[in-house]
């Protein structure tokens, strides 16, 4: 079984920053890509930031130059460092991440989310 956890959110002033992490735990072989999506109130769920195993981003142009997607391999961990934050950043972020467990099967894994509220 494999287990995604996120930790970091809360409630920030518009302006300032966060930094949200996810850490894979369990029968992991290897992991894939991981990314970051966000879901707004009555909005649908969107993608935020992804990273390969290697280290390539991609970014939603929303949030281009203000934050910043990282991982430890060696910790199985993802990072968000979000900067410049905005009221319509406001959302529930949840981790995302595709993972060969022990037994070699890929299958996309998902975190329970961490709320994010930028509001003063």
């Known amino acids: 079984q494999v287990q995604l956890v996120e930790s970091g959110g809360g409630l920030v002033q518009p302006g300032g920053s966060l930094r949200l992490s996810c850490a894979a735990s369990?029968?992991?072989?290897?992991?894939?890509?991981m990314g970051w999506y966000r879901q707004a109130p009555g909005k649908e769920r969107e993608l935020v930031a992804a990273?390969?195993?290697?280290?390539?981003?991609n970014y939603a142009d929303s949030v281009k130059g203000r934050f910043t997607i990282s991982r430890d391999n060696a910790k199985n961990t993802v990072y968000l460092q979000m900067n410049s934050l905005k009221p319509e950043d406001t959302a529930v972020y949840y981790c995302?991440?595709?993972?060969?467990?022990?037994?070699?099967?890929?299958?996309?894994?998902w975190g329970k989310g961490t709320l994010v509220t930028v509001s003063s």
């Open positions: 995302n991440a595709d993972i060969y467990d022990r037994w070699f099967d890929l299958m996309d894994y």
């Open positions: 990273i390969t195993s290697d280290g390539s981003t």
């Open positions: 369990g029968s992991i072989f290897s992991i894939n890509a």
